[in-house]
């Protein structure tokens, strides 16, 4: 179980050696996977005057543009040539799913390649939050987690990240208010694609979403905390803790396995000290499981000295082995860490009835399985 720590987190792209490599569009440019300055590039490429920037901007992510015969800032050469070279669309809706109860809604998108992925909006008070997927499936296993049964498939562009957005803000009934890599996929084994879908969204003449309020949710991926540090990203981090205890982790958990609690929480104090920035915890609750005294002790003994936020979420797993924790004994949990000096909150569950957490509309939908945590050795070794 040591592969992860012999590899540079770049080499974490497992499509490189797998079947289902990413070809974006083979057909055609696909302009989401562009920032301002591959744009800059084509746009000198293909011989046009380099005010056209501001107009192409303007017409993929404040007009949000289908394709440009819309553009009427362009002649009709122009757009006829775009459209013939260049697309803004890569996915199908399949299925679009609404909560009569909170207005909880669920995407099912159909990607270029036929490989699908789900993205989420979440309403709650002001608070409008797009909960975006950045990957095909996921490797890590997490047991109460549909995406994890699913196995690993490919790694989405940075194009295919911010085509969610596009896309939800289309849709919602209200404009987002944050961001989260909290759909399928553990973003830090994406990374690249992760970061830079967090420029175009935050570009000032794109979308200009604020850094700060999109987050990057990882399960633990340990040595890619401490690189993110490095990075001094813009964005927010959260970490997906869910149990406090070793053992208990690497069950729940099996990338506890790679990287254990003391090493994540070590490059997390990194993280902190070097950006100065708090991060969220987020804890999943599951009855009886992981919401005793003793784990809430232990949950106050671990966050000591790191900036942060405590997330609680009653589990909104679609199996019977990890029920929710009932809302009083959430109540109980999270007064019992606000009590010890924890700034916690309980996040209601949203949306439960229409599969909205991660993977769950898909595994509805869709059987097929990818690669698993227990046989990444084989993948790593490759990588
Ligand atoms: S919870 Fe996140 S990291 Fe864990 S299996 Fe699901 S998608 Fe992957």
Partial sequence: MVYFFNTSIESFNFTKHGTLMQTNNPSREYLLDYSRDEMKKYIQDMDMAPYRLEQLMKGIYVQKLSDFSGLTTLSKSLRDTLNKNVTLRTFK??????????????????????????????????????????????????????????GFLRNLSSGEIVEQVILMMINADKPATNIVYMGMGEPLLNLKNVIKAGEILSDPEG???????????????????????????????????????????????????????????????????KTGK??????????????????????????????????????????????????????????????????????????????????QLYAKNEKTIGRKISESSKLITHV
């Fill in 93 to 150: 809706e399949l299925k679009t799913i609404k909560s009569d109860n909170d207005g909880t809604t669920k995407f099912l998108w159909s990607l270029h390649d036929g490989l699908k992925i789900e993205s989420v909006i979440i309403y709650e008070g002001t608070r409008v939050t797009f909960c975006i997927s950045s990957q095909v499936g996921c490797a890590l296993d997490c047991q109460f987690c549909a995406t994890g049964k699913m």
């Fill in 207 to 273: 979308l200009a979403f604020s850094r700060k309020k999109i987050t990057i949710s990882t399960s633990g991926i340990a040595p890619a905390v401490r690189k993110l540090a490095d990075m001094n990203t813009p964005f927010s981090l959260a970490i997906s803790l869910n149990a406090v205890f070793e053992k208990k982790r690497r069950i729940l958990m099996p990338v506890s396995k790679s990287y254990p609690l003391d090493l994540l929480l070590e490059n997390i104090r990194y993280y902190t000290s």
């Fill in 278 to 359: 708090r991060v969220t915890f987020e804890y999943i609750l599951i009855d009886g499981l992981n919401d005793s005294k003793k784990d809430a002790d232990q949950l106050i003994k671990l966050t000591a000295k790191i900036p942060c936020k405590i997330n609680l979420i009653p589990c909104n797993s679609n199996d019977p082995n990890y029920p929710p924790t009932p809302n009083e004994r959430a109540k109980w949990f999270a007064d019992y860490l606000h009590q010890r000096g924890r700034t916690s909150t309980v996040r209601l569950r949203k949306g439960w009835e229409i599969q909205a957490a991660c993977g």
